[in-house]
């Protein structure tokens, strides 16, 4: 809740856009260490130091994982679309669907944050012995 106490000045989309760049410094960090080549001294270095180790034996769950950050970055996309197109001043009469939709947002929006924080926290289940 602190979080959304944080970003209540912005709009909808933008909550869950900055929750999926905060998110994205911890993943892609991880991800650019995951795939360091053997032969890579610094980077394996660089790896041992940041605790992303043995993911050999974890590459299903890794599998996993990539899949429902995409689907998290699928959700946001879908987010800003919708927010987009309520300003564009489509009428409810044009789009009824639309108004429907955007009731829904906020708690879409409060789900990609929960799911972005759940994510970064699962990073350490992936790399580590456990």
């Known amino acids: 809740m602190s979080i959304l106490e944080q970003l209540k000045s912005h709009t909808w989309d933008g909550k869950a856009i900055f929750a999926l760049a905060a998110f994205s410094l911890e993943y892609g960090n991880f991800w650019h260490l ?63 669907a639309l108004s429907d939709a955007m009731q829904e947002i906020p708690v879409a929006v409060y789900w990609a944050i929960i799911t972005a924080i759940i994510c970064a926290n699962h990073l350490d289940l992936l790399v580590g012995d456990s």
Not at 35 to 54: E, Y
Not at 78 to 94: A, F, H, Q
């Open 34 to 96: 995951v795939q360091t080549p053997s032969g890579d001294s610094l980077g394996r270095s660089l790896a041992t130091m940041n605790r992303v180790h043995g993911v050999e034996k974890n590459r299903q769950a890794i599998a996993d994982y990539n899949s429902l950050v995409k689907n998290l970055l699928f959700a946001v996309e879908c987010i800003t679309e919708l927010e987009r197109l309520s300003t564009k001043g489509y009428d409810n009469k044009d789009v009824p």
